[in-house]
């Protein structure tokens, strides 16, 4: 898949046969930095992400042709290496490539944010999204200059107010795959 100049793009992947992809909180880390570095010097705008012990979410924009790739390259690559240095593994970490979608409305992409940010609540790992170390919920609430929050929802208390709204039908939709 080409990307497009300021399209958004909704990124994932999960480890190889859903291993987990994050070791410690250390792993969370490096992950983390190594993303902003990389989207940074690639000119990569990243909008919002989760990390979960096996997989990942991250929803980005384009702003310089074919930057998202050299940013994955980079990042995948150094975290690749580094996580089968410190656990002294050999071979994939990771199912396949990136798995990347174009994200074409305003409306999708705010909803695609909320999904990323329940998910560790959807999971069962925490009871709120702000309790979630491993994404950038906080940012979303705390920042006061997130243009498409601000454009869609309105400032960090209403994004809030928001993902809120949906935690109850989250959770509920977390055990479906239970049911008879």
């Known amino acids: 898949m080409g990307f497009q100049i300021d399209s958004v793009y909704h990124l994932y992947n999960r480890g190889n046969n859903r291993e987990p992809i994050f070791f410690a909180e250390e792993s969370y880390r490096f992950f983390t930095e190594?993303?902003?570095?990389?989207f940074l010097k690639h000119q990569v705008e990243l909008i919002a992400y989760c990390?979960?012990?096996?997989?990942?979410?991250?929803?980005?924009?384009?702003?310089?042709?074919?930057?998202?790739?050299?940013?994955?390259?980079?990042?995948?690559?150094?975290y690749v290496k580094a996580?089968?240095?410190?656990?002294?593994?050999?071979?994939?970490?990771f199912q396949g490539r990136v798995q990347s979608r174009l994200v074409e409305t305003e409306l999708y992409c705010i909803n695609l944010?909320?999904?990323?940010?329940?998910?560790?609540?959807?999971?069962?790992?925490?009871?709120?999204?702000?309790?979630?170390?491993?994404?950038?919920y906080r940012r979303w609430i705390l920042n006061s200059e997130i243009q498409l929050r601000d454009q869609l929802i309105g400032n960090g208390k209403?994004?809030?107010?928001?993902?809120?709204?949906?935690?109850?039908?989250?959770?509920?939709?977390?055990?479906d795959e239970f049911k008879d």
């Not at 012990?53 to 384009?62: K, Y």
């Not at 209403?158 to 055990?175: K, N, Q, R």
């Open 34 to 38: 190594k993303m902003h570095k990389y």
């Open 51 to 78: 990390l979960m012990p096996n997989h990942f979410h991250i929803v980005v924009r384009q702003r310089a042709p074919n930057q998202i790739s050299k940013a994955l390259q980079g990042l995948m690559t150094s």
């Open 83 to 93: 996580m089968n240095i410190r656990h002294h593994r050999v071979g994939h970490l």
């Open 113 to 136: 944010v909320r999904y990323l940010h329940l998910n560790p609540v959807v999971a069962g790992l925490v009871r709120q999204p702000d309790a979630w170390q491993h994404s950038d």
């Open 158 to 175: 209403e994004y809030a107010s928001f993902v809120a709204d949906s935690l109850d039908i989250a959770c509920l939709h977390a055990f």
